[in-house]
């Protein structure tokens, strides 16, 4: 037997012969063989899902080239249900709940699966009150929104106008609602960025800083302190503790802030004024006078 028909018996198909004079392999030779014992069969309605199939990518492909993905999403999740219907807004006192709705900028039949909660929280806080916000998904339909607010700190005043403004300096509203009359108020231009250090000022002497009812920053450079019976403080540029330190010992000794005065004049290191009332002004010049008159009449008599 030749070495071709042993190969043969032992199960080995001979090469099959291609054009070019290249052969196939044994192995290969072996897969077409059984490939071709296998009965073919096209499923049932195979044309049909063909189609369709062809029509669902030409749609997505023309969804795709048109830019409407996010449109086409919001369409999809809103026919399943999941169209915002809800807004909760919880933890706001000053801010109105038509301005966050506003600012979330919800289009009709919104969807919840597909709504940007990173940028609606972005335009939420920019509102004057809102420090901070939360935005949660609550599935199905609800959009839930947890504020916190700016702390109301000082008035401030430049010009004509006040507003109502945080520790930071932010502007956070006007003051003509009436129950923003208690806050201390600070005047002039850049007491915004500063009325913390007229607080902390006011605090070296604590019997003042309990009657401190305004600050008024002078060309940027210090203080006159302004109390609730109407005294106003001249502080100096330098040390302005210092001279507080004195008006309180004054103050706590003889009365001083409680005398018919109008201004403590403290801008001069070495010596302090004391501006009174017109009224005590005119009681003082006429004093004044009654003194000179028995002055005279005594000088006369002797």
């Known amino acids: 037997m030749s070495p071709r028909s042993t190969k043969e018996a ?19 030779h072996r897969r077409i063989r059984a490939l071709s014992r296998i009965n073919w069969r096209v499923p049932r309605h195979a044309g049909l899902k063909g189609t369709f199939l ?8 023309g969804v795709v080239s048109a830019d409407r993905v996010d449109e086409t999403l919001t ?30 900028e919800l289009a009709p039949e919104a969807s919840l699966a597909t709504f940007d909660l990173a940028a609606a929280r972005e335009r939420v806080e920019t509102l004057p009150w809102v420090e901070n916000a939360t935005l949660r998904k609550i599935y199905p339909a609800t959009l839930k929104i947890t504020i916190n607010e700016r702390k109301p700190y000082v008035l401030w005043q430049r010009d004509q106008t006040v507003s109502v ?11 003509s609602d009436t129950h923003y009359q208690d806050l201390i108020r600070v005047v002039g231009q850049g007491a915004d960025k500063r009325a913390g250090e007229a607080i902390a000022l006011a605090g070296a002497a604590s019997a003042i800083r309990d009657r401190l009812r305004a600050a008024v920053l002078i060309s940027e450079r210090r203080w006159n ?32 802030l409680s005398k018919d005065i109008v201004s403590v004049d403290l801008r001069l290191a070495d010596r302090m004024f004391v501006r009174l009332t017109p009224e005590a002004a005119a009681r003082r010049t006429a004093e004044i006078k009654e003194r000179e008159k028995l002055a005279k009449r005594k000088g006369a008599s002797t």
Request: net charge negative; glycine share 10%; no cysteine.
């Open 10 to 28: 032992a199960g080995d198909a001979p090469a099959t012969e291609l054009g070019s004079g290249r052969r196939l392999s044994p192995w290969l």
């Open 54 to 61: 062809l029509f669902a990518a030409t749609g997505i492909a």
């Open 75 to 104: 369409w999809i999740s809103s026919a399943s249900g999941l169209a915002i219907d809800s807004v909760r807004i919880t933890g706001q006192t000053e801010t109105s709940e038509i301005a966050v709705l506003n600012r979330l």
């Open 165 to 175: 403004i945080d520790e930071s300096g932010r502007v956070i509203g006007d003051a």
């Open 225 to 256: 302190l302004v109390l609730d019976n109407g005294v106003t403080l001249m502080l100096p540029q330098d040390k302005p503790e210092a001279a507080l330190q004195v008006i309180a010992a004054l103050d706590a000794k003889d009365g001083l």
